[in-house]
């Protein structure tokens, strides 16, 4: 395949070490991995499909979505369709103020349902395993919103899909229009995705927790929104500062796969060593292996997408085992 928005690097490239990203390729084939592209200064040096329909098929990014979510929440503040971080969600869910209901939910913040420390009992890493229980009600929101307070908001970051939709029913109320149609005037077309869909609850709200569905090189020009600080073609899509806020590192709940901002994880690239600007790399991650990493000191961004769904985090073990070295080891030798 060619890509007109990444172009293929030539084979006379030395950026990156083309025996080990051949052993990588190799290796893929024998694993459910459908599609997987690495891309280095904006071209691509690896572009590989289990099969050559799935470069145009709509891939499910499973819980990418939340790091779209979360960038169109940067995109409604940027625009001032959202005041604050800092804004209770009770301002868009006025059943909150109801006498009924535990008061502490009034104190649960935007900034919250974006690093997942809104509080609720939510046991989707646990008990629910990867599969949130909203999806059997009628009624998601409220699903979410009757969910018992077992933590302080803010107090703990619990893996919770609940959260991210909540976020998108604030930017459909926010907007006036619905997230999906936000996302496509304001992040989907100036990110030249043309093909796309996005799945909704029975309310018309499109799920932010796992809904959105696109091409694998699509998935890749979020990855490169990122990496050039919210700008694309001259284009400032996201504010820089934005940008930098969503990917800090801020909770460490699960080490095995990294620490959480807001809907974007994080880790170290060399894990013996100290973080610094040089040795980390940030990533939505989706169940079943759907991944957008960027590795900012590299310039690079990987895209997989999987139906690994004992192995969600098979792709990133092969992330750190193939391609950073092939990167790294090279930019050493040169």
Request: glycine fraction near 6%; charge should be neutral.
């Amino acid at each position: 395949m060619i890509s007109s928005f990444f172009p293929t690097a030539g084979s006379d490239d030395r950026q990156v070490d083309r025996e080990l990203l051949l052993a990588f390729e190799k290796r893929l084939r024998k694993e459910k991995v459908l599609s997987c592209l690495v891309i280095k200064n904006g071209s691509l040096f690896l572009e590989y499909y289990k099969n050559k329909k799935l470069a145009a098929k709509l891939q499910k990014t499973n819980s990418c979505t939340k790091s779209f979510v979360a960038t169109l929440m940067g995109v409604a503040l940027d625009q001032g369709v959202i005041s604050d971080l800092d804004t209770p969600i009770s301002e868009y869910f006025p059943a909150l103020h109801h006498k009924s209901v535990d008061p502490i939910k009034r104190s649960i913040t935007l900034y919250h349902l974006l690093t997942m420390t809104a509080g609720f009992d939510w046991p989707e890493f646990g008990e629910w395993k990867s599969f949130p229980h909203m999806f059997y009600s009628s009624d998601w929101v409220r699903f979410v919103l009757e969910r018992p307070l077992i933590h302080e908001p803010g107090e703990k970051m619990n893996y919770n899909s609940g959260c991210s939709h909540l976020l998108s029913a604030v930017l459909q109320k926010a907007s006036g229009v619905s997230t999906y149609d936000f996302a496509k005037k304001h992040l989907l077309e100036p990110l030249k995705i043309h093909n796309s869909y996005w799945y909704t609850d029975g309310q018309g709200i499109p799920n932010g927790g796992d809904g959105l569905r696109i091409t694998t090189m699509d998935m890749a020009k979020l990855g490169l929104l990122y990496l050039q600080k919210g700008q694309l073609k001259e284009k400032q899509v996201v504010s820089s500062n934005w940008i930098q806020e969503f990917i800090k590192p801020r909770f460490l709940t699960y080490e095995r796969i990294g620490s959480y901002g807001c809907h974007w994880w994080s880790a170290r690239i060399d894990p013996e060593k100290d973080w610094t600007d040089d040795n980390w790399f940030y990533f939505a991650l989706g169940f079943g292996g759907q991944y957008i990493l960027v590795v900012p000191s590299l310039e690079m961004v990987v895209v997989f997408t999987s139906e690994l769904y004992d192995q969600s985090l098979l792709p990133l073990s092969l992330f750190r085992e193939y391609v950073l070295p092939a990167v790294v080891t090279k930019a050493a030798a040169d």
